[in-house]
């Protein structure tokens, strides 16, 4: 027998590479690394962390998703609505009487198990995890966390230090210390700002973050803004990061545990949303169960090498597929050039001014606000604006990693919502055509006489039983008195379960005490097991359940024709 091995990924998405692509892939590489660079060095701040950590995010986890991760343009990297759900984590973390550990250390083993999350919900096929958080709810979220990151950098564009939290506390802060304002630094936080906002609108063939941060660095040289007052990042370790297993003891476990959770329920979610955006640009389908092993790989390697959680990054991998990157040659590219950084540009980037990390922030939790999506699912569906705001006020009212539990929870009332409440219809016939109909739609279709059919559009659960009961019996109470047969239309109905085969069971009862036979058709086989199981089926008789309605009807004209013979 020969033994196989599995193949990685990677070799699979280079099967038929062609030699004419390395170009494209070497120049989106570097344009990726270029792209990346500036928010590497500013999304560690929003967590607290040094900046080199954003570097390592960018250069192990991409080169552990070009070697497991499915698809073959997608970049992973530091996001900033994960580093905001990891602040929040870690404020948590450390809120824990006698916590010492390092802050990096933290967020490594914080990476780890968000990276064990995503191997663990991929051995269970978890993927549909990506759908729990709806579109409208993350919108929301995301909405509300961008507000918290912009709250985050008022120290860092004013030069103020706030001991304030939440939302509103901070401004009033600010506002008790107008006259502290370091004035260079809000010009020059106020000027990158601008600068990033004219590159945007222009569309210029630098990107805006790229071009500010390069124009700060030389600004700082020649004009030593450190010596002027104005906060730089200051030294950047040299050399590579090296693999250590972060520690555990001393640390809260069930703080991490759910942390961890959080974290990846955010990126995960956020991280597959853009992955099947760009799947949809590209061509090619998106497999969220595979999509885990991808994240799972970046994110073990980010923790085994000191750095911070990731996930998809929608700027990078739009560079990507801008500049025309056809593989994972291009995230190969992109980490060797930031190392190439590391080991040789520290000293230009200890110059970077952090007023200009502020703006880039700014600019960053701006783009996070989707207006236009927001407008949209205020036209679609006023219900699901008004989950997305509460989606929204949960970072806002009551802090990040709160809100990550207010969206969950707006999610299991949107989708509670949604099937508590389902949609009924009674049935009828249209002359000269086939098949039932619905009576409310319908105007020209009649109900058979002696007949009742009635559609539930929806499975009956516990938690929608009594509105269905409710609705049944308001039915029944109309029916006319030549009414024989009450046919429910099962077609719409995939799951039934103990609290509704009980209620299906009393209107049996209900509608035999009146001489009206109950009968079901197009039952689904696992609902069928449960009302057998339930002796709902022995109940009503198995003659009196029907492959489809036309069986029904057949059966019922029998019975009414037998009837009249006698």
């Not at 958080?133 to 993350?138: D, K, N």
């Not at 950084?341 to 000293?347: A, H, K, R, S």
Request: charged letters at 15%; glycine letters at 10%; a negative charge.
């Amino acid at each position: 027998m020969q033994l196989t091995l599995p193949r990685l990924p990677l070799l699979a998405n280079l099967a038929g590479y062609q030699a004419s692509w390395l170009r494209n892939d070497v120049s989106a590489g570097l344009a990726i690394a270029a792209v990346g660079l500036p928010s590497a060095i500013a999304y560690p701040a929003i967590a607290g962390l040094p900046p080199e950590t954003g570097l390592y995010a960018s250069i192990t986890p991409l080169v552990a998703y070009a070697l497991f991760g499915p698809s073959g343009r997608l970049i992973v990297g530091p996001d900033a609505a994960t580093m905001t759900v990891l602040a929040a984590v870690l404020t948590t973390v450390y809120a824990v009487p006698g916590v010492t550990a390092d802050r990096v250390a933290v967020a490594a083993l914080l990476a780890l198990a968000v990276g064990a999350l995503c191997l663990i919900a991929r051995a269970v096929r978890l993927g549909v995890l990506a759908t729990f958080l709806s579109r409208p709810i993350l919108i929301g979220f995301f909405a509300g966390i961008s507000l918290s990151i912009l709250i985050g950098q008022i120290d860092r564009v004013t030069g103020i230090d706030i001991e304030a939290d939440g939302l509103i506390a901070p401004v009033f802060e600010l506002v008790g210390k107008v006259g502290s304002i370091h004035w260079p630094s809000l010009l020059l936080a106020a000027v990158s700002f601008a600068l990033l906002q004219a590159a945007r609108i222009m569309q210029t063939r630098i990107p805006g973050p790229v071009l500010v941060v390069a124009l700060a660095v030389l600004l700082s040289a020649l004009f030593d803004f450190e010596g002027h007052g104005i906060k730089v990042v200051g030294d950047i370790p040299r050399g590579l990061p090296s693999l250590t297993l972060p520690p555990v003891s001393g640390l809260p476990v069930q703080a991490l545990l759910l942390g961890a959770g959080a974290i990846f329920l955010v990126s995960f979610g956020s991280g597959i949303i853009g992955a099947r955006s760009f799947g949809a640009k590209g061509g090619y389908l998106v497999d969220p169960n595979r999509e885990l092993e991808g994240f799972g790989a970046a994110n073990i390697a980010a923790g085994l090498f000191g750095t911070f959680p990731v996930t998809a990054s929608d700027s990078r991998t739009a560079v990507n597929f801008s500049v025309g990157g056809r593989s994972q040659i291009a995230s190969i590219v992109a980490a060797a050039a930031l190392m190439t950084v590391l080991l040789f540009l520290g000293d230009v980037l200890r110059i970077l001014p952090i007023p200009t990390l502020g703006a880039v922030l700014v600019a960053t939790a701006l783009s996070l606000i989707d207006v236009s999506a927001l407008k949209e699912i205020w036209r679609i569906s006023r219900i699901e604006f008004v989950f997305a705001l509460i989606a929204m006020s949960g970072p806002i009212s009551f802090g990040v990693l709160e809100g990550v539990v207010t969206a969950i929870a707006a999610t299991l009332v949107y989708v509670l919502h949604k099937t508590m409440f389902p949609r009924d219809a009674l049935l009828g016939r249209l002359v000269g055509h086939d098949g039932f109909y619905k009576l409310h739609r319908n105007p020209a279709a009649r109900p058979v006489p002696g007949l009742t059919v009635f559609m539930v559009q929806g499975s009956l659960l516990f938690f929608n039983t009594d509105y269905v009961r409710e609705r049944l019996r308001a039915v029944t109470d109309a029916l006319p008195a030549d009414t024989k047969w009450f046919v429910m239309d099962a077609s719409a109905i995939a799951q039934i379960d103990s609290s509704a085969a009980a209620m299906l069971d009393e209107v049996h009862d209900d509608l035999g005490r009146r001489g009206i036979a109950l009968a079901i058709a197009e039952l689904h086989f696992e609902a069928r097991e449960i009302l057998e199981r339930a002796g709902v089926i022995a109940k009503i008789g198995p003659n009196m359940i029907f492959e489809d309605l036309d069986d029904a009807l057949d059966a019922f004209e029998k019975s009414a024709a037998e009837t009249a013979a006698q």
